[in-house]
């Protein structure tokens, strides 16, 4: 897949090291390294705004695993499409896929050339995974891509992860419009797990957090649960529908804070 995301929506070519890139940002969030001065000014900026920014990535993650859990084991779905990849990290999404089943495809997709060369070091010679760079923004090049259709048949069920990037395309530029053209490509019975952060449990410091992601390549739009819902739109959520992130299917303890956490996430059946 920045505090809120695993990647952007700006295009791969508008993308410098000097400015600061959501899923780097997100990668110093979750202590990783592969991150440049730029990001981490910006990151601190926003830990400044919000303390719980850490915590918030940790869960959002945490909730990418559970949801990858439930679509290979419970659903039976045996391909993935990941767009807003991010920088990998510890158990990434065909990791955590194939483990519950060996042979679930998973094509990854992202608009970063430093995210798109590191996913494909880690894919090297695995042969049911692939790496995409593409932008949101352009779903039909997505959904063309090569790679994607060697690896994924329309035909079958697919999971679709949105998981924190949606909250990077502004309202002009359509993300309900983008978000039905990917889904409308996948047939009855493929699944749409996506995050997205929320204006409506802390107003104030998502204001402020919006405002510092002012500096990144992309803007963060915060939406409410119901413009979230939109997003889920011929799909029916699964228990217990679109949630704060801990609180989706969660799998331990709630951590402490995670009241404080403006995240909502689920995962929808395509109807």
């Known amino acids: 897949m920045a505090t809120f995301v695993r990647t952007s929506g700006c295009a791969a070519d508008e993308i410098t090291m000097a400015t600061a890139h959501p899923a780097r940002?997100?990668?110093?969030?979750?202590?990783?390294?592969?991150?440049?001065?730029?990001?981490?000014?910006?990151?601190e900026q926003v830990?400044?705004?919000?303390?719980?920014?850490?915590?918030?990535?940790?869960?959002?993650?945490?909730?990418l695993h559970r949801a990858v859990?439930?679509?290979?084991?419970?659903?039976?779905?045996?391909?993935?499409?990941?767009i807003g990849t991010g920088i990998p990290a510890a158990d990434n999404v065909h990791q955590t896929a194939q483990k519950v089943t060996p042979d679930v495809r998973v094509v990854y997709v992202d608009n970063d050339p430093?995210?798109?060369?590191?996913?494909?070091a880690l894919l090297t010679g695995t042969g049911r995974t692939a790496a995409v760079l593409a932008d949101l923004r352009e779903p039909h090049k997505i959904l063309d891509h090569p790679r994607v259709r060697h690896l994924i048949d329309f035909t079958e069920p697919v999971a679709l992860l949105l998981v924190a990037v949606v909250h990077f395309i502004r309202d002009e530029e359509d993300p309900a419009g983008i978000v039905r053209t990917l889904l409308d490509a996948l047939p009855v019975g493929s699944y749409l797990a996506l995050s997205h952060a929320t204006g409506d449990l802390r107003p104030i410091t998502a204001a402020q957090v919006t405002e510092a992601y002012d500096a990144a390549t992309s803007p963060l739009t915060v939406r409410s649960h119901s413009a979230i819902a939109v997003f889920f739109n011929g799909c029916?959520?699964?228990d217990p529908g679109l949630v704060q992130v801990p609180t989706w299917q969660p799998d331990g303890?709630?951590?402490k804070g995670y009241r404080n956490i403006w995240i909502y996430g689920g995962v929808g059946k395509r109807i």
């Open 25 to 43: 940002m997100y990668d110093y969030l979750l202590g990783g390294k592969d991150n440049y001065p730029a990001d981490r000014i910006v990151a």
């Open 47 to 63: 830990l400044r705004a919000a303390p719980e920014a850490r915590l918030m990535a940790r869960e959002n993650r945490r909730f």
């Open 69 to 82: 859990r439930f679509l290979v084991a419970e659903a039976g779905i045996r391909q993935i499409i990941d």
């Open 114 to 120: 430093l995210v798109h060369a590191h996913a494909n």
């Open 236 to 238: 029916d959520l699964v």
């Open 253 to 255: 303890k709630r951590p």
